[in-house]
């Protein structure tokens, strides 16, 4: 079982800047996708970005693309969310989630990932 734990939301204003943490204790997750959701009150999830835990090249929803930025730290088994530009759109509840290698789900897909986090609220002021 893994364990996620996010921190770091907030309310900003729009322009503002927020970043996301997401951390897996215990566990050793290099091999698992790490991605970020989100649910806007009265939506579904949408994909906003994952990257391969032990490294390579990240995708991004194109609603984000530019203004956030996924990273990972090995040493600390955490995966970063750097938000820039906020925009009230942006605002919702953001989940971290993994993906295990064996799964074959389609990595802009809730349904794709095992392992979600119990969310960390944003919220963008216009």
């Known amino acids: 079982q893994v364990q996620l734990v996010e921190s770091g939301g907030g309310l900003v204003q729009a322009g503002e800047s927020l970043r996301l943490s997401c951390t897996a204790p215990?566990?050793?997750?290099?091999?698992?996708?790490m991605g970020w959701f989100r649910q806007a009150p009265g939506k579904d999830y949408e994909f906003v970005t994952r990257?391969?835990?032990?490294?390579?090249?990240?995708k991004y929803a194109d609603s984000v693309k530019g203004r956030f930025t996924i990273s990972r730290d090995l040493n600390t088994n955490t995966i970063y969310l750097q938000m820039n530009n906020l925009k009230p759109e942006d605002t919702a509840v953001y989940y971290c989630?993994?993906?295990?290698?064996?799964?074959?789900?389609?990595?802009?897909?809730?349904?794709?990932?095992?392992?979600w986090g119990q969310g960390t609220q944003v919220t963008v002021s216009s």
């Open positions: 989630t993994a993906q295990t290698p064996w799964n074959s789900g389609s990595y802009d897909s809730a349904s794709g990932y095992e392992y």
């Open positions: 215990g566990r050793a997750f290099r091999g698992y996708f």
């Open positions: 990257i391969l835990a032990s490294g390579g090249s990240a």
